[in-house]
């Protein structure tokens, strides 16, 4: 500003110099220098010290403000990411809600004239799968062993259809029921392994679900460890065509997919192989941390 916008020109003092700080952007600043003592004078390496220390005072302020304007739009992004990952759980639930209620209903009633005590048994599975599912909080992460209590209440009520056609394994140690993970991590890959897999073979077929911890290797030579859940039937398999089909299809993969990248980036990977009339495998690996001193698989957020 001018001399008038000076605080000091404002206090009705007319400063004897005055330095602007030249920032990038408004508002602007002044350095105002009242009259010396003594009747002393400011001499040219006074006013270069001083413009100096103006520049100085420009580069920080400038600093700041691109500072203040990165974090505010990271803010932003972090806050698109958790709707979008809100809206994609919220799709998760509204594909898993009728699936379960529609096959689990149709088994109810074929039990109730056939075996009452299995179907008023499956009725209360699907009683308590549902509430499991609903009481999660939108975008949450959840332990372990949350999970694990939806995946085998899913699976108990797809034991009551398939009986001895469905054979399950779960090996998940008790040592890393602690960690948390993103919500629905699991149940998808259980689900399309049963539908998918299991389902169209007359026969039926064997599901397995495992978690390990594992210490790898970086890229330069750093050691990290890493949880990896397995999730494997001896379904029908499909071909690598079919099966990318079905991945840029399936509600349940890409969302899963997508969340991973968003909450780990490349720190986390979902692998699937599948052959056919052997069977699919599908491997996630999530990067360990601890926060808080509470284990946790660890996301970018």
Do not use: C, W
């Not at 003592?37 to 220390?53: V, Y």
């Not at 108990?156 to 040592?175: C, G, N, Q």
């Not at 897999?197 to 599901?207: D, E, K, T, V």
């Not at 859940?229 to 690598?240: A, H, I, L, Q, R």
């Amino acid at each position: 500003g001018g001399e008038a916008d000076t605080p000091l020109a404002a206090a009705g003092r007319v400063p004897e110099s005055s330095v602007r700080v030249p920032t990038h952007d408004t508002p602007a600043y002044v350095l105002d220098i009242g009259h010396l003592t003594g009747g002393r004078r400011l001499m040219s390496d006074d006013l270069a010290l001083l413009e100096r220390a103006a520049l100085a005072a420009a580069r920080r302020i400038d600093s700041i403000r691109v500072g203040d304007e990165r974090y505010a739009r990271d803010a932003r992004e972090r806050e698109a990411l958790q709707l979008a990952t809100e809206a994609e759980l919220r799709a998760l639930r509204a594909q898993l809600n009728p699936h379960f209620l529609f096959n689990t209903l149709t088994t109810i009633g074929q039990l109730i004239q056939e075996a009452p005590d299995r179907a008023l048994a499956t009725l209360f599975r699907l009683t308590g799968l549902l509430r499991a599912v609903l009481r999660r909080s939108e975008g949450e992460l959840v332990t372990v062993a949350e999970e694990l209590e939806i995946v085998l209440a899913y699976l108990d009520i797809e034991r009551a259809r398939f009986e001895e056609a469905l054979s399950i394994t779960i090996d998940v140690p008790d040592a890393v029921h602690g960690y948390r993970i993103p919500s629905l991590l699991l149940q998808p890959l259980v689900e399309n392994a049963v539908k998918h897999g299991i389902a169209p073979r007359r026969r039926g077929g064997a599901l397995t679900v495992l978690a390990r911890t594992e210490t790898v290797g970086g890229p330069l030579g750093e050691i990290r460890r890493e949880l990896t859940f397995t999730v494997s039937d001896t379904g029908v398999g499909v071909s690598e065509h079919e099966l990318e089909r079905r991945r840029a299809q399936g509600i349940g993969l890409s969302n899963l997919a997508r969340r991973l990248e968003r909450g780990y980036g490349r720190a986390a990977s979902l692998d699937i192989r599948s052959v056919p009339d052997v069977g699919t495998t599908v491997v996630v690996r999530l990067p360990l941390g601890t926060v808080a001193g509470a284990a946790v698989a660890t996301g970018a957020a």
